[in-house]
């Protein structure tokens, strides 16, 4: 089956402007989660979206934010740009069934540079 | 989720054994233990996961102490392809949600 999809893969941007970033989960998989990773603070986690709720949230200001919608796609959006905000954005999803581990399928990711 | 410890770097030879070890001293009884690797210019990808017993797969084995504060990552015949970095992660299975805490994991080396 499909894997997870990102799109788009690489995408500069100026600072000040505002971003929307795109993730197709894996065929009936609910949950979609948001990750970014710099060279600095490594990877981090953004936000969980499970059946178009956020179900958990990072620590990450108020102008990274998200959505899913009822066919389980997500976008993430980044107003404001800074130039700290350049970074791999990487999208996994999950079945994530209560009280069942399951494993978290990650997409190639979004490399986003802000100038 | 609970934290994790692992070393920063290791070295293998190509296709000797690799042994990946990970301290959860803090580990809480819902806590699966995970394992992922990032390839280069690649996202994360899972690599095994246990609760208690060892486990194992097509890509490598999990072994547990005992007492499950450390586990160790088992890679039986290292190639060029495995280098990547190696990250231990505990996962809460009463929260069903997606989040993953990633720390600094492992970068493995291979030497051909």
């Known amino acids: 089956k499909a894997g997870v999809t990102q799109t788009p893969r690489y995408l500069i941007k100026t600072r000040g402007q505002q971003v929307t970033l795109s993730c197709s989960p894996i065929s009936g998989h609910r949950s979609v989660s948001w990750y970014q990773q710099t060279p600095g603070q490594g990877l981090q986690f953004l936000f969980e979206?499970?059946?178009?709720?956020?179900?958990n949230k990072g620590n990450f200001p108020g102008r990274f934010s998200g959505r899913q919608f009822s066919n389980s796609r997500s976008e993430m959006n980044v107003s404001t740009l800074e130039l700290g905000d350049s970074a791999l954005y990487l999208c996994?999803?999950?079945?994530?069934?209560?009280?069942?581990?399951?494993?978290?399928?990650f997409g190639q990711g979004t490399r986003l540079t802000v100038v | 989720d609970a934290k994790t410890t692992q070393p920063n770097s290791m070295e293998s030879n190509e296709e000797e054994p690799v042994h990946l070890p990970c301290n959860h001293s803090?580990?809480?009884?819902?806590?699966?233990i995970h394992w992922y690797r990032q390839l280069p210019s690649q996202g994360p990808e899972y690599v095994i996961h246990g609760l208690t017993s060892n486990v194992n797969n097509r890509m490598a084995s999990l072994a547990i102490a005992e007492d499950r504060k450390s586990s160790t990552l088992i890679l039986h015949r290292a190639t060029l392809r495995d280098a990547a970095v190696y990250y231990c992660?505990?996962?809460?299975?009463?929260?069903?949600?997606?989040?993953?805490?990633f720390g600094g994991g492992t970068r493995l080396m291979v030497k051909p």
């Open positions: 979206y499970f059946s178009e709720t956020q179900r």
């Open positions: 996994a999803s999950s079945l994530a069934v209560r009280g069942y581990d399951t494993e978290a399928f």
């Open positions: 803090t580990i809480s009884g819902t806590d699966y």
């Open positions: 992660i505990l996962r809460d299975v009463e929260n069903a949600g997606n989040m993953l805490t």
